[in-house]
């Protein structure tokens, strides 16, 4: 069976802060780099079968992405629809700010200027449903917004528990396409 991987961007200072990052271009922290280094090491050791690396073209997204890529060989190339959820007028603000966690849970919610989960679902699906028609293998990164909706596109999530859904700097998540 095919495999789909998945892996969030190493940390970035806005992590550290708490902050929702969105579209906001920030840059990794030096442990962000020591996580893109490890997770690129680990996958060569483990020797796992990926054909090319896709990317957000966001830089903390497109640098853990070129570390992987200098470690393990493999080709890398952005993709424009792995760029992260706009959060409007969120960006830069707590990430458990009461307002946020409320409006994070309404799908249709464009946060005054940013973009719905909806129109973000639809763009994700369809990047996926493009990747299904070949035979390559692929690691996806991105980030913790895209995270979701691929986990949803994989599995039935509740609201809440889609809202609630994130994974850590360079976890890598395994899928069966």
Excluded at 52 to 71: F, G, Q, V
Excluded at 131 to 137: A, G, N, Q, R
Aim: aromatic residues 10%.
């Amino acid at each position: 069976m095919k495999k789909l991987y998945f892996t969030r961007h190493g940390q970035t200072v806005w992590n550290v802060e708490n902050k929702i990052c969105g579209v906001t271009d920030i840059e990794l922290t030096e442990l962000g780099k020591q996580q893109a280094v490890t997770l690129g090491k680990m996958i060569a050791e483990k020797n796992l079968h990926i054909d090319e690396i896709i990317c957000s073209p966001l830089i903390r997204a497109r640098d853990t992405a070129k570390y992987i890529a200098e470690i393990t060989g493999l080709p890398l190339r952005e993709e424009e629809r792995l760029r992260e959820q706009c959060f409007g007028k969120y960006e830069g603000t707590a990430r458990n700010g009461e307002e946020f966690l409320r409006d994070k849970g309404n799908f249709i919610h464009s946060y005054d200027g940013g973009e719905t989960m909806l129109k973000l679902a639809q763009r994700i699906y369809n990047l996926i449903d493009d990747l299904k028609k070949d035979d390559k293998v692929y690691l996806l990164v991105a980030h913790n917004g895209i995270s979701r909706v691929i986990q949803s596109y994989f599995y039935d999530m509740e609201n809440e528990e889609y809202a609630q859904f994130g994974i850590g700097n360079c976890e890598i998540l395994e899928y069966d396409i």
